[in-house]
C-alpha cells in the first residue's frame, strides 16, 4: 500500500541550467546532489510547504531530451503572479502563457524551463468569508 508521495523526476539535456532555473527563477531548496550507480547525475530540490521533492536527471548516455508540447507540467502557487512573471521576466523566463483568469478566482500562468517542460504558476482567488 502506497504510504505518500516523495518525488518526481524530470530528465534534463543541460543540467546546470536547469539546476539554476529551479533554484534562481522558482526558488526551490537544493537539498542533495549525487551520482547514481549506473551513472546519472542526480538534483533533488524541496518543494516548500511539502515533503515532496523534484528529482533533476542527467543521463547523456540514453539519448538526448526530447519535450513534446503539453506533454507535462508542474504546478506551484505564489502570492502574487504579476510579481512572480516580473521576476522571472528579469532572468530570462517570461510568461509563455497567460496570466488568465479561471472561472473559479483564480489566476493562471506558465513560464517554460530551460527543457521545455512547463511551469504552470497559480494564484488562489481570494478566500470568500
Known sequence: MIKKFLHARYRVNDLDKTVEFYRDVLGLELTRS??????????????????????????????????????THLAFEVDDIEAFGRASAAKGYPFSDGPTKTSSGSV??????????????????PSKL
Open 108 to 125: 493562471i500562468a506558465f513560464i517554460d524551463a530551460p527543457e521545455g517542460y512547463e511551469i504552470e504558476l497559480i494564484q488562489k482567488a
Open 34 to 71: 549525487h551520482q547514481s550507480p549506473r551513472g546519472s547525475k542526480l538534483v533533488f530540490f524541496r518543494v516548500p510547504n511539502s515533503e515532496t521533492e523534484i528529482e533533476i536527471c542527467s543521463f547523456p548516455e540514453s539519448g538526448p531530451v526530447h519535450v513534446q508540447p503539453d506533454l
